[in-house]
């Protein structure tokens, strides 16, 4: 389960908080992912890096931000903006932008609001 | 805007049977189509895709079928077994991104 890495597995954030979820990669990937996932529901992609220093929001990009200042690395903040941050959150990477590449996934990290 | 519509959601199938998942999209530009299967707990991995100028692959009990005219993409599993007990989710390319089917939470009955 090496290569992709996310910390910290559990996370609780009080009403009015910002917290950072970490996501870490040693396969040398240039595109890394943030996805939501619902119960019920698909993965819905919060924000997406194709290259370091470069960051596109995707579907539900709203309460939350990132950076890529690293290419190991791509953290998302869920800001006290995000009304409904309760939610499992999969960081993934690919070896190019194309979407024809295998995706592969962290952990995840659960978030609760308390 | 884009979507992938799967469907069942849940499918109970007696061991040792077939089970077939399937999807349709949206976007006729789509040329990769992915099945992933994320056990209880764990992170989605991937266990067979297809491109569009394929209309079908196969890896061992795992088979993905395409059409690209009616634009839907279906999984099959033979001969299930208790290990297959997982949520599958389909996906399409759009863009530099994949839109995801909601999931099917495939059980295995003994």
């Known amino acids: 389960d090496g290569g992709i890495t996310q910390s910290p597995k559990y996370l609780f954030r009080k009403e009015g908080q910002n917290v950072t979820l970490s996501c870490e990669q040693n396969?040398?990937?240039?595109?890394m992912y943030w996805y939501r996932q619902d119960p019920g529901q698909g993965l819905r992609l919060i924000y997406y890096?194709?290259?370091?220093?470069?960051?596109q929001k995707g579907d539900i990009a709203e309460g939350y931000s990132v950076s890529r200042e690293k290419k190991e690395s791509f953290p998302l903040t869920v800001t006290s903006a995000q009304k409904n941050p309760t939610a499992f959150y999969l960081c993934?990477?690919?070896?190019?932008?194309?979407?024809?590449?295998?995706?592969?996934f962290g952990p995840g990290t659960r978030l609760t609001v308390l | 805007g884009e979507n992938v519509e799967q469907h069942p959601s849940t499918l109970s199938v007696q061991e040792g049977d077939s089970a077939v998942i399937k999807c349709t999209y949206s976007?006729?530009?789509?040329?990769?189509f992915p099945w992933y299967k994320q056990e209880l707990g764990k992170r989605p991995q991937l266990i067979i895709d297809?491109?569009?100028n394929v209309g079908e692959k196969k890896d061992q009990r795992i088979a993905v079928t395409l059409n690209k005219t009616a634009k839907h993409f279906s999984l099959h599993i033979t001969e299930t077994q208790p290990e297959d007990s997982a949520v599958y989710f389909c996906?399409?390319?759009?863009?530099?991104?994949?839109?995801w089917g909601a999931g099917t939470k495939l059980i295995i009955k003994p």
């Open positions: 993934a990477s690919s070896m190019s932008a194309s979407a024809s590449n295998e995706q592969f």
């Open positions: 396969l040398n990937h240039d595109a």
């Open positions: 890096s194709q290259i370091v220093n470069d960051f």
């Open positions: 976007d006729s530009a789509s040329n990769y």
């Open positions: 297809i491109r569009s």
């Open positions: 996906a399409a390319s759009y863009n530099y991104q994949l839109i």
